[in-house]
């Protein structure tokens, strides 16, 4: 392990927030048991949803791939247990406005048995890239740390040239430690991860970081670096300042580099991933095993027993509660995710998905209810405190006046929604929330946009197709015309020549007219005839005799 120390740069605002992790984090990663039904919703990431392969009725077996990508940013969706498809069908999903989506609903027969084969990888030094990249898009590999962006994508950086691999073990929200846990209790799973990334992408530094307040993480990381006798990966300790684990907070502490507004950490040379994620991707290369679980935090003052289990993708989230041994009483709210960035649902029948990272089941004494929202009193705490260096209150005036172009100019997707400016706010205003508000209804426009460009590209295309399809009858048309032409003056020509030759041949022959005028000569002009002829015969017998004598 690399011991040399680190400069370390302070990013602006934050907040020092009460952790509320003592709850959760004192026992092991249980299992939850198999739920009767798994819930699948087709979108669990970034990026276009996966198309279903199964219908209604089908077995299916664990690991088997039952939906399949469509569209580069997408990622497979994997059984999580055997069972029979009983419905794909919309279902409530964990969503901010209770929407459903498309799911696959698989009832669980009991057995969680495994598709016959899996094709684990012996040695995966032995793979390129981009082998495996591929291998790691089949399993369904995404980001764990929320945002749910397709890993295999990271592993593909546009620029080529990463020196950087930052791998993030922050987990900064308050109420959730299932990364804790996670890297106390697998940091060999981790680590391997680790050298896989490693070895697809070619950094020329790997950072860990994670927060001073995790010291049993921190150690059990160090030791696992130390167990394998790896000497070139920093492992950092990072101070305790929400949003650190926010990626761009993270790569600012970590390297002093800025990711460039509306740019990726790939612009300036940086990878970042969860600590969750490339366990996943551990398990995806060595056990060639499908994204089909991840660690859950279930927490809070309104469940029995909160700690972190280990669950299945599509368990719905009552079937966690009651592993943790049910309400302890009605939950003022239920929310997926941190305090700080998540959002509240009104149904437990949703189910888990791959973004899911904690369950907090939250009474009074947990999240207090704000007073009345009332004006903005221009205080400017919200801009002191925001990470981004943002200015909160002139984006609220904007949104508030649907003036989006404005909000944008703004930097409103700069934006981490990490909550801060809301948290801090004297007047109550749920600032995230119009802030979301924004975006969705700017993405919504620019589909619109896009949908409507999209038309008039068809519509200009056809266009240009049916001109073009005119334009070449009509060249044809001319071609035959003037074929048709030709052949009518080859036609006429020909029929002067064999005219022609038709008044020399009835000439010729006209030559050749024997006279008739001897025919059917009456007896009398005959006997003359003879007579002549006579005459004729007589005069020149007599001139031969003379001429005889004459010698």
Request: hydrophobic share 35%.
């Amino acid at each position: 392990m690399n011991n040399t120390p680190r400069k370390l740069w302070d990013f602006q605002g934050g907040l020092h927030l009460p952790g509320h992790k003592e709850s959760s984090n004192q026992q092991a990663i249980t299992q939850v048991s198999l739920p009767d039904k798994l819930i699948l919703p087709l979108q669990q990431h970034i990026g276009q949803p996966a198309e279903p392969l199964v219908k209604v009725g089908d077995k299916v077996l664990k690991g088997e791939v039952i939906a399949q990508v469509h569209g580069f940013v997408s990622a497979p969706l994997a059984a999580s247990s055997s069972g029979t498809v009983i419905a794909i069908e919309e279902h409530p999903i964990a969503h901010p406005s209770g929407m459903s989506a498309p799911c696959i609903i698989i009832e669980t027969d009991g057995a969680d048995r495994w598709r016959w084969r899996r094709e684990r990888i012996i040695d995966y030094t032995q793979l390129d890239s981009g082998e495996l990249r591929n291998h790691i898009r089949k399993m369904g590999v995404v980001g764990l740390g929320g945002a749910g962006f397709p890993t295999f994508i990271k592993m593909n950086p546009r620029s080529g040239n990463i020196h950087t691999l930052i791998i993030n073990g922050i987990e900064c929200e308050p109420f959730i430690t299932c990364d804790d846990r996670l890297m106390r209790e697998r940091s060999d799973e981790i680590i391997t991860g680790i050298t896989i990334l490693r070895h697809a992408l070619h950094p020329e530094k790997v950072i860990i970081g994670i927060e001073d307040n995790k010291t049993e993480a921190w150690q059990a990381i160090r030791d696992e670096l130390e167990k394998q006798n790896i000497t070139d990966i920093e492992l950092i300790k990072i101070p305790t300042v929400y949003p650190a684990g926010g990626e761009r907070q993270l790569i600012y502490i970590l390297t002093g580099k800025e990711v460039p507004s509306q740019g990726l950490p790939v612009d300036i040379g940086v990878i970042c991933h969860n600590v969750g994620t490339v366990a996943a991707i551990a398990r995806a290369i060595i056990e060639s095993e499908p994204l089909l679980s991840r660690i859950i935090t279930v927490t809070g003052s309104g469940v029995q027993q909160p700690g972190n289990i280990e669950v299945l993708i599509g368990t719905p989230i009552q079937h966690l509660i009651e592993q943790c041994g049910g309400y302890s009483s009605e939950p003022n709210r239920l929310i997926i995710g941190g305090p700080m960035m998540g959002f509240a649902i009104n149904t437990d029948q949703v189910p888990i998905t791959k973004t899911s990272n904690c369950i907090l089941v939250a009474n009074e004494k947990d999240l207090p209810q704000k007073g009345a929202i009332t004006e903005c009193i221009r205080c400017g705490e919200c801009a002191v405190c925001c990470p981004a260096g943002l200015l909160p209150q002139q984006l609220y005036w904007h949104v508030n006046a649907r003036d989006f172009d404005k909000a944008q100019d703004y930097k409103l997707f700069d934006c981490i929604e990490c909550g801060c400016c809301a948290y801090v706010c004297p007047s109550n205003i749920p600032l995230v929330q119009y802030y979301r508000y924004a975006k969705n209804e700017i993405w919504y426009q620019e589909q619109e946009y896009q949908k409507a460009s999209n038309a008039r590209n068809r519509f200009e295309f056809r266009a240009a197709r049916l001109l073009r399809d005119k334009e070449e009858r009509a060249a044809k048309l001319r071609k035959k015309k003037a074929a048709i032409k030709k052949d009518g003056d080859s036609n006429n020509k020909k029929d002067a020549i064999q005219a022609a030759l038709e008044r020399v041949k009835a000439k010729k022959e006209a030559s050749n007219i024997k006279l008739d005028n001897i025919d059917n000569l009456s007896a009398n002009q005959q006997k003359m005839i003879d007579a002549v002829d006579q005459r004729r015969q007589q005069k020149a017998n007599e001139q031969q005799q003379t001429d005889l004598r004459t010698r």
